[in-house]
């Protein structure tokens, strides 16, 4: 029998490499979305993607960085740092880059859940990744 409650701690390690290449902490899922933790280590820049089926928002905690988000016709480079939060809108491309010696992080709420393999699509970003995507 499923428990109705779940309780978690942010775990010491990465569970995964995310499509973008970032570090995921997986924290905790309901029927209509979840949650994880997104890092990016110091003087890296991410993989562009867009999702398929997911939209997400980001609140970063901590770091200073600059994301890149495109849809249709709009267009942004936005900085992001602690306290800052934003949106990622179903379809858009975007990609994301560390200015400063720390490492970037941030809490992402993802809806719906993330499906598996297939959701995220490689995109062209306005900057060259320094590091390798994990499993699309």
């Given amino acids: 029998m499923e428990r109705a409650f779940q309780t978690k701690p942010l775990p010491p ?13 997986i924290l905790l899922q309901v029927r209509g979305g979840g949650l994880a933790h997104f890092e990016l280590a110091a ?12 939209e997400e ?10 994301m890149w988000r495109k849809s249709g016709d709009d267009e942004e480079v936005v900085a992001v740092s602690t306290g800052v939060c934003i949106t ?8 994301f880059r560390i200015s400063g010696e720390e490492s970037l992080a941030a809490i992402g709420a993802t ?8 959701e995220a699509v490689i995109a062209s970003g306005p900057w060259e990744p320094t590091i390798q995507p994990g499993p699309i």
Avoid: K
């Avoid at 390690?13 to 995310?18: G, K, L, P, S, T």
């Avoid at 003087?43 to 089926?53: E, G, N, P």
């Avoid at 928002?57 to 600059?66: D, K, P, Q, T, V």
């Fill in 43 to 54: 003087r890296h820049t991410s993989v562009a993607i867009r999702h398929r089926s997911v």
């Fill in 13 to 25: 390690n990465r569970d995964a490499v995310a499509p973008d290449g970032s570090d995921v902490r």
């Fill in 57 to 66: 928002i980001w609140y970063f905690l901590s770091g200073r960085g600059e």
């Fill in 88 to 95: 990622i809108p179903l379809g858009t491309a975007f990609q």
């Fill in 111 to 118: 809806l719906t859940t993330w499906p598996g393999s297939g």
